[in-house]
């Protein structure tokens, strides 16, 4: 199957400039999440969606990130105004839940912000 | 809340090493684990998982078991190789229905030199 597609996969622009990035998770995966990933940790959830709507956004930074998954498939990650902390790898990933239980995420190859 | 505890690195093993990555969990209930891996330049790829107590999860070598009684899910392998040099990141997902979202650790580097 094929897997989790992002674009860009780099991108550097300056402070204060607008960025967005795309997602297209496995055909068939209701779920989809954007992490962010800083250099030197481990990814942390922004947002969680299922199917079109939201399931959790309580870590996206409102004032300036913002999400959406229309018709329950692609999705996409906006930036607006960008910071100099912003810099980061960003994620998509989908996933299959068997019984109850979470079988899995895949991820894609993510998306690398350079803020200058 | 949620949280994973892995073991600084980074970590540098010769070829053919025996290796222990350790990882512990605080979460209530039982929740799923996992390990992944990230290849340089590559994304995250599930490595292995485990879903109730005492499971052994394993693929390519690696192998991890579910502790509850000491909450840990330690990685190990035999016979480390070249190829296996990556990041490796513990990552937890709470019980209940509709909780998928997943909790990492910081990541541990590994490095193995022939």
């Known amino acids: 199957e094929a897997g989790v597609a992002q674009s860009p996969r780099y991108k550097i622009i300056e402070k204060r400039q607008s960025v967005a990035f795309w997602c297209n998770p496995i055909?068939?995966?209701?779920?989809l999440y954007w992490y962010q990933q800083i250099l030197g940790q481990g990814p942390k959830l922004l947002i969680q969606?299922?199917?079109?709507?939201?399931?959790?956004d309580s870590q996206l930074p409102k004032d300036r990130f913002s999400a959406e998954r229309l018709k329950g498939v692609d999705s996409t990650l906006k930036i607006q105004p960008a910071k100099l902390e912003d810099s980061a790898v960003y994620l998509c990933?989908?996933?299959?839940?068997?019984?109850?239980?979470?079988?899995?995420?895949?991820f894609g190859s993510g998306t690398r912000l350079t803020v200058v | 809340g949620n949280s994973v505890t892995q073991m600084e690195g980074p970590v540098t093993l010769s070829e053919e090493a025996f290796l222990t990555i350790n990882c512990t969990y605080t979460?209530?209930?039982?929740?799923?684990l996992f390990w992944y891996v990230q290849y340089p330049g590559e994304g995250l790829q599930l490595l292995l998982k485990?879903?109730?107590?005492?499971d052994k999860g394993s693929n390519k070598g690696f192998e991890a078991t579910y502790r509850k009684e000491t909450t840990s899910f330690h990685l190990e392998k035999g016979s480390v190789q070249v190829s296996d040099s990556a990041v490796y990141f513990c990552?937890?997902?709470?019980?209940?229905?509709?909780?998928?979202?997943?909790?990492f650790g910081k990541g541990t580097k590994l490095s193995v030199i022939p």
């Open positions: 990933a989908s996933s299959s839940i068997r019984g109850r239980v979470l079988d899995g995420y895949t």
């Open positions: 055909s068939g995966h209701a779920t």
């Open positions: 969606f299922q199917n079109n709507g939201v399931v959790d």
């Open positions: 979460a209530t209930g039982y929740p799923s």
């Open positions: 485990a879903t109730k107590a005492d």
């Open positions: 990552a937890l997902s709470p019980s209940g229905a509709g909780s998928y979202q997943l909790t």
